[in-house]
Each structure stands twice: as structure tokens, then as C-alpha cells.
């Protein structure tokens, strides 16, 4: 079974401060990837960021950062200074059949 | 290149009605995939096709079917539409290899089910 966990619910940020959303994974396959996707007030899912199971190597790409830990099992997402265009609903997902978490409203108040 | 797109975006049916949501691909991808998101549920899986002429059932399978046509085109349909599938459905498809085991999405469909 996979299962996505997600717990904060909705987080409010002011503008230019750092924000953190946390992910928690339960998988009994050996490989598998990781994703991060940005859902906006429009409606649309859109692809952020891919991790494979392989590559415990976290990166930063522009304002947005990763932390994988395989041994926690969690695949942690960080926003650095945000903006009002950040505000949007984050999830996290697991695999080929994407199990998603629940989500995280993220709200940015300028 | 569109990528994934659907239709219609918006549709209300009647309890009973029935309907097909469509939904292509220019991607080349072999694997496409259903999904529904109610709120607070993240997204739900409800069909997938690993390549044309399979389908598997998801998470929610129940009260639909699919079909896929070809590589390009897998349909969605409600054979007797009931408010519980009150939602937005997704569509998306896979790429592999050099893109990595990416899964990109099109626009959703909003339904209502009066």
C-alpha cells in the first residue's frame, strides 16, 4: 500500500519569509520517485519538482529546495521568500500511480 | 504542442444522464491516467492505461469505465451519473525515460451531478 501524508492543512505566510510543507511517505517498493506539484486558484496541476528513491541529493532549483530522507521517509518542500504568486494548494505524491497527499493551502499575504 | 487537453471543461448533468470526458495527448506518452479530486481529498486515481489497449482499474473505479482509443486519446464515462461524482477530473499522462517518470496533467473537467 502507498499512503501520502501531508499534515499541515493551510499555512499563511507574509510576503519574503520562508516557508516549509512537510511530507510523509509509506511505500514497500524499493524504487520509487517523489513528486511535488503546484495546484494555483486557477485550477491546473503543475509538475515542481521529481525525486527518485535513488537520489538522497537535495537541491535548490531558483526559490524552491528539497529534503529527502529516505531513512524518515519524508520528502520535505521549501519555499525561500516568498510571493503572493506562491499562494496556491501544494501536494505531494508518490509513484507511477500517483498517491497524493491531501494538500497544503499555502496563503502569502503581501 | 498542447499537451494534455480536455473536454468539455464545465458540464452538469441529472442524476441518471450519462457522458464521456474526453482526453488527448500529444506527448507520445504510452501510459495515461484518470483521476478525481474532491475537497480536502487530494487526487484520487480512477483508471489508468499503461499502454493502448490496457486499462487497469485505480483507487475509485467504481461507477465508471474508460476506453482507450488509441495512444493519444483515453475517454472517461459515467454510465448512470449519481451526485456522489460531483468533482474535478483530471487527465494525465506519463513520460519516461530521459523525462523521468514525470505525470502531466490537463486542464480538469468540472462536473456537477443534480
Known amino acids: 500500500a502507498q499512503k501520502v501524508t501531508q499534515a499541515q492543512t493551510e499555512i499563511s505566510v507574509v510576503e519574503k519569509e520562508d516557508v516549509t510543507l512537510d511530507c510523509v511517505y509509506e511505500?514497500?517498493?524499493?524504487?520509487?520517485?517523489l513528486f511535488w506539484y503546484k495546484q494555483p486558484p486557477s485550477g491546473e496541476l503543475v509538475f515542481l519538482i521529481r525525486?527518485?528513491?535513488?537520489?538522497?541529493q537535495n537541491e535548490i532549483s531558483g526559490r524552491y529546495s528539497w529534503n529527502f530522507q529516505k531513512s524518515t521517509s519524508s520528502f520535505n518542500f521549501t519555499i525561500t521568500a516568498s510571493q503572493v504568486v506562491d499562494s496556491a494548494v501544494y501536494f505531494c505524491?508518490?509513484?507511477?500511480?500517483?498517491?497524493f497527499g491531501k494538500g497544503n493551502q499555502v496563503v502569502v499575504i503581501p | 504542442n498542447a499537451g494534455v487537453t480536455q473536454t468539455p471543461k464545465f458540464q452538469v448533468l441529472k442524476t441518471g444522464q450519462s457522458m464521456t470526458l474526453q482526453c488527448a495527448q500529444d506527448?507520445?506518452?504510452?501510459?495515461m491516467y484518470w483521476y478525481r479530486q474532491d475537497p480536502g481529498m487530494g487526487l484520487r486515481l480512477i483508471y489508468y492505461?499503461?499502454?493502448?489497449?490496457?486499462?487497469d482499474k485505480g483507487e475509485v473505479p467504481n461507477g465508471y469505465n474508460v476506453s482507450r482509443l488509441n495512444k493519444r486519446e483515453f475517454s472517461l464515462r459515467l454510465e448512470s451519473a449519481a451526485p456522489s461524482q460531483t468533482s474535478v477530473y483530471f487527465c494525465?499522462?506519463?513520460?519516461?525515460?530521459?523525462?523521468?517518470?514525470?505525470?502531466?496533467f490537463g486542464p480538469g473537467t468540472r462536473l456537477t451531478v443534480l
Open positions: 492505461s499503461a499502454s493502448e489497449g490496457t486499462t
Open positions: 505524491a508518490l509513484n507511477n500511480r500517483l498517491a
Open positions: 494525465a499522462s506519463r513520460a519516461q525515460g530521459a523525462m523521468g517518470d514525470t505525470q502531466y
Open positions: 525525486r527518485n528513491s535513488f537520489d538522497e
Open positions: 511505500t514497500r517498493d524499493t524504487t520509487y520517485y
Open positions: 506527448m507520445n506518452h504510452n501510459s
